[in-house]
């Protein structure tokens, strides 16, 4: 904005002539209304350059305020209440001085309309009122309006929709058919259609409350969630892979869970925000609650090489910011991250202060805090076995265990301090004579005098040798296993041990420990007593000792072997290397230190100076916890059960969200670098934006702001947003649009309601009504607006091109998932069960050739092949081509809304992908099993029934005819069925061809717009 003088400004007689009124003006709002006329206006040509933005803010000039806009800037003033031929602000906006001219070209945004700079002086000549951003103001309390002339009205809902299309001279639509409400409501709520018998119950239901029971009906479904779940799990940005480059796989399913679930119970959405955003952080979280705060553990993680965690760990938390602010505020947040909000009263320092509510947390670019959850677990229906209370139990005892280690290596030390002589060499190994030796293969064998047992030539790759000994000692409390390879000259000695098993009287002997100096990490000597074949302990080579290996195995009781017969099993699953002799022997004493020397050294070295009083050292408090956590037997068997019952449950391990004790520092980031940290400014407190009603409404208050104050401001009662923007999403997908059509964005370059009463009337109800989302469904799909025709009206295209009045419903092609869903049910094929880890449906190979590594897709069988599309596996680099051709995105970052595109590869998918050939083919031996009969009658039964199963109708009588003349034209063609891992079907005994021709009709009926539109 200039500072020159008004009169140098005025640049031209035009100018003047323009400021002045026009014939053309008399058209307009009645009233002008700031946040419904001016704003727009503003935000969009001004506030750019003369906005929030202080940093970036032109000539001193700030028009999203009143004080700003009137501000004296030297005898003159942008805006001058009732003078508009005193505003500059007008001047320039029509001036036709390319130096003078607002917005000025470079800034590429087009000049004014004049029915805009009409509005602007009318607006100016009647005092220029500002008035706060709709968005951030407090609910109004609008009652529904009287509407005399709408009969039609079910309840409030259509009251203001009425109120509305009589002020635009509309009417609404009559109700659609039975048929297509049944349809769109099944699809709505579910996500599935609904099957033959459930539209003719519903059709021939004579009673006034056939559709109240059918909504309540299918808000009760267990498949709601699954639906209503799928666009909360968009916003979640939920995948089953970490993401980046490499992407590997993450077990985030039991999040998936745990969100089909509390939309089923219809939690309250206040606390439904609250345990996904601070779930962790209540009082005594429950495991369900720790499960919900893997909302924000959604985020992605690199796993390259070379990588900075700590700049992917900013990463991480910028995703939860602006996660966060888009989700429950509907804003732009992450425009704030490098600089304050052009256009919405976010400042930088504000973002920041957000920031800090989520720059607490343990995870470093890593998989961070995690829980075990079963299969089946959260939605309270656990596989056969393992159950949740019982590996809680588990989870418990080595938890419980942990705790009492302090007591256990006290008394450890003192047993230390007490024998004098403790290294390994000090054990009292004793030989246990070998009585007799059969091994598998029939390998042979001799007893050396030393009491090695010699193998003879002819090793094979898999063998197990059985050996009976005499008992050395009445009371065994460990057994030593020495080992020489049949190691071939000139190479390291290497063999494998899959499994060692000591039996007393044919009974197994439990082993709490398996304990050596010789050992690699992937094959520790643990894996030897594991009950796991396909595990083994592999000694490290270089680690043996004159071509020797040794391993002590700790008995979880001691034995008593008096009078009984004792056993050791070894097995063997190796491919080239193998036991050439071995030793074994036993100590009635188990071992205070562990074998390796180093080690055992080290911690009988600090016992000593502890015994002698001195203080010990870091280093020297370390050896000695090292030592007694290889030998601590109690561990061992608490973590043992533990393990043998992870691997029988298999159960995920989720990414769940944990503080820091102490909270970091939160520094403002100069242009949102994290390199650049502002030092000078110092660290923030976390903080919600002024804009907004304060984090703590008293002074009162003295909770430390955290996530969890965080989440309860969210959702308090005095926050304008979260309510309006849950009520627009929700509405977005009943009617295509949200009442803010930007629903993203209720910021100043937002939209403004279509129907603000209406909106703030939703929401109102909805935190009324306890946060229900399902009371807030039934609201809308009880309406006559909702359950109006669709059909295309010439009157509408004229007066409402776009349908933001609601004069009818609208038409919306199905998301990626509900194409696949609505697919396998009317094929007959959909599998309904519930939760659970992804699967794996077929997809084309070669899916994976431009991802960084081939991904494990092992093809799904049996009923697994045929579940929903909520529970195929989803890597974020190359998800199935089903959800990527219908526009899933990503997930990468959070979705609020996806886009639909329209594109002939989808039309190709639907006919040829190898699942809809399969589908269609079992729609065709459906409706053949249906009407088995031959003749025309039984052709046209099959179509008609064809029609009901993907259109939920009957035929019209010129699309039975041209059905009835493709299926005859398919016939003489010939034509057989394409390549497909699906054989042809038995159709009643009828020809290949005859099958052909029933598939290509069902693939024709799944290609059609109507199949994969909601009406």
Request: with cysteine.
């Amino acid at each position: 904005m200039s500072t020159r003088p008004l009169t140098i400004c005025i640049g031209s007689l035009s100018g003047l002539f323009l400021l002045a009124p026009q014939p053309s003006e008399a058209a307009g709002p009645d009233k002008i209304r700031f946040n419904e006329h001016i704003r727009p206006l503003l935000s969009n040509a001004c506030f750019q350059c003369h906005g929030p933005d202080d940093k970036k803010r032109d000539g001193d000039l700030r028009l999203d305020t009143r004080e700003g806009a009137s501000k004296d800037l030297g005898g003159y003033a942008a805006i001058v209440p009732g003078h508009p031929e005193k505003s500059v602000l007008l001047e320039r906006i029509v001036s036709h001085d390319k130096d003078e001219v607002m917005p000025p070209p470079k800034s590429k945004k087009p000049r004014l309309a004049q029915k805009d700079v009409a509005m602007l002086r009318r607006w100016i000549e009647e005092g220029a009122q500002y008035s706060g951003h709709w968005a951030f103001q407090p609910l109004s309390e609008e009652a529904p309006p009287e509407v005399l002339s709408a009969p039609w009205a079910r309840n409030a809902v259509d009251r203001f929709i009425s109120a509305r299309l009589a002020a635009e001279g509309l009417t609404p639509s009559p109700e659609a058919p039975k048929t297509v409400l049944l349809r769109r409501l099944c699809l709505d709520l579910t996500g599935i259609p609904p099957t033959l018998e459930e539209t003719a119950a519903f059709v021939s239901d004579p009673l006034p409350d056939a559709y109240d029971r059918a909504v309540e009906r299918l808000l009760a479904s267990p498949h709601y969630g699954e639906r209503w779940g799928r666009h909360w799990l968009d916003q979640a940005r939920y995948a089953d892979s970490n993401g980046y480059s490499v992407d590997a796989q993450r077990d985030m399913w039991p999040f998936r869970d745990w969100v089909v679930r509390a939309l089923n119970e219809d939690m309250p959405f206040d606390r439904f925000t609250i345990e996904q955003l601070a779930g962790d952080l209540l009082p005594s979280p429950s495991k369900s609650q720790l499960i919900a705060s893997a909302f924000h553990r959604n985020t992605m993680i690199n796993q390259e090489g070379g990588t900075n965690a700590e700049q992917f760990r900013n990463e991480a938390v910028v995703d939860r910011v602006n996660t966060t602010g888009a989700v429950w505020l509907g804003l732009t947040v992450g425009c704030a991250q490098c600089h304050t909000h052009k256009y919405d009263p976010i400042t930088h320092q504000e973002y920041f202060k957000l920031f800090a509510f989520f720059n607490s947390s343990t995870d470093v670019n890593n998989t961070g805090q995690t829980i075990d959850v079963l299969p089946g677990e959260v939605l309270g229906h656990p596989k056969a076995g393992v159950t949740p209370a019982r590996y809680a139990t588990a989870l418990a005892k080595v938890a419980n265990t942990k705790r009492e280690s302090a007591a256990r290596q006290k008394a450890w030390i003192q047993r230390l301090q007490n024998t004098p002589q403790n290294t390994p060499q000090s054990v009292q190994w004793h030989t246990a004579p070998v009585l007799s030796m059969v091994a598998e293969s029939g390998r042979d064998h001799a007893v050396e005098e030393d009491g090695f047992v010699r193998l003879s030539a002819g090793a094979k790759p898999k063998d197990a040798f059985l050996v009976t000994l005499s008992a050395p000692l009445e009371r065994v409390e460990a057994v030593r296993l020495r080992v020489a390879p049949d190691a071939p000259k000139g190479k390291q000695p290497a063999f494998t041990l899959s499994e060692f098993e000591l039996l007393a009287d044919g009974i197994p002997v439990p082993l709490a420990l398996a304990l050596t100096a010789n050992e690699t990490p992937k094959n520790p000597a643990k894996a030897s007593i594991d009950g796991d074949s396909l595990t083994a302990w592999v000694p490290d080579p270089a680690s043996a000792k004159k071509g020797e290996f040794e391993v002590w195995f700790l008995l979880a009781q001691p034995l008593e072997l008096k009078n009984r017969s004792l056993t050791v099993r070894l097995r063997q699953n190796s491919g080239a290397a193998f036991l050439g002799k071995f030793h074994i022997s036993a100590s009635e004493n188990a071992p205070l230190l562990p074998p390796d020397n180093a080690v055992a050294n080290s911690a009988s070295e600090a016992a000593k100076r502890a015994a002698q009083g001195a203080k010990l050292t870091g280093p020297e408090s370390s050896a000695l916890g090292k030592a007694f956590a290889l030998i601590d037997i109690p561990q061992a068997l608490a973590d043992s059960e533990l393990e043998s019952l992870r691997k029988s449950a298999n159960p995920a391990n989720l990414l769940i969200m944990k503080d820091q004790p102490q909270p970091r520092p939160t520094l403002l980031h100069l242009r949102g670098d994290y390199l650049s940290p502002d030092e000078k400014l110092g660290p923030l407190e976390p903080d919600t934006p002024k804009a907004l009603p304060s984090l703590f409404p008293t002074q009162s208050e003295n909770t430390f702001p955290n996530r969890l104050a965080l989440a309860r401001w969210l959702v308090r009662a005095d926050n304008p947003l979260t309510a309006r923007v849950t009520v627009n999403r929700v509405w977005m997908h009943y009617f295509g649009l949200g009442l803010v059509e930007t629903e993203n964005d209720f910021g100043t370059q937002g939209t403004t309601p279509s129907h603000p009463g209406l909106l703030d009337w939703l929401a109102r109800e909805f935190m009324r009504n306890a946060w229900s989302l399902k009371q807030l469904h039934r609201t809308i799909v009880l309406s006559a607006t909702y359950r109006q025709s669709s059909n295309y009206r010439p009157d509408l295209a004229e007066k409402d091109p776009r349908n933001l009045w609601l004069a009818r419903q609208n038409r919306i092609r199905f998301d990626a998932e509900i194409v696949r869903d609505a697919a396998l049910q009317a094929s007959g094929l959909l599998d309904k069960t519930l939760g659970g880890p992804p699967v794996y449906p077929p997809q084309p190979e070669g899916v994976y050739s431009f991802t960084q590594s081939a991904k494990p897709w092992k093809t799904s069988e049996g009923a697994d092949r045929y579940r929903r599309a909520l529970y195929t596996m989803f890597y974020r680099s190359a998800q199935h081509p089903l959800t990527s051709t219908f526009d899933a995105p990503n997930f990468s970052a959070s979705c609020t809304r996806r886009l639909r595109s329209n594109t002939p590869l989808q039309a190709l998918m639907l006919a040829n992908d190898e699942t809809f050939f399969e589908m269609a083919q079992a729609a065709a031996k459906l409706l053949w099993k249906d009407f088995p009969a031959a003749g025309p009658q039984a052709d046209s039964d099959r179509i008609t029934r064809a029609f009901e199963r993907f259109l939920t109708r009957k035929p019209e009588p010129a699309e039975l005819e041209k059905s009835l003349g493709f299926l005859n034209q398919a016939r003489l063609s010939g034509a057989e069925l394409p390549n497909s891992p699906s054989p042809v079907p038995s159709l009643n005994g009828q020809s290949p061809q005859e099958a052909a021709a029933w598939t290509a009709l069902a693939r024709g009926l799944m290609n059609t717009d109507e199949f994969i539109t909601r009406e």
